[in-house]
Nanobody, 119 residues
């Protein structure tokens, strides 16, 4: 059973920075893609950034230049560095990992970590 555990959330002022971590219970080599999603109160969960096993990254437009996703395969951990935070970045941030094989696709989620940006 794969477990993803997020950490690093908290309260920060506008313009501040946070680094989120997502630690996997096993090797992240098996995951084709890992990503960070977020869900603000009353809104749908949305993709923030993703990274493939080969290191290719993808960001939604509003996060480009402010957020950076990275992975440390030796530590089985994916990070999200968030800079220049805005109140609208307030949300629960979730880690996701997708494993694709010839006959199945598995998607795993962490329980989330809360990020609150004060104005």
């Amino acid at each position: 059973q794969v477990q993803l555990v997020e950490s690093g959330g908290g309260l920060v002022q506008t313009g501040g920075s946070l680094r989120l971590s997502c630690a996997a219970s096993g090797s992240i080599f098996s995951f084709n893609t890992m990503g960070w999603y977020r869900q603000a109160p009353g809104k749908q969960r949305e993709l923030v950034a993703s990274i493939t096993s080969g290191g290719s990254t993808n960001y939604t437009d509003s996060k480009k230049g402010r957020f950076t996703i990275s992975r440390d395969n030796a530590k089985n951990t994916v990070y999200l560095q968030m800079n220049s935070l805005k109140p609208e970045d307030t949300a629960v941030y979730y880690c996701n990992a997708v494993e694709v094989a010839s006959d199945y696709v598995n998607s795993y989620w962490g329980k989330g970590t809360l990020v609150t940006v004060s104005s």
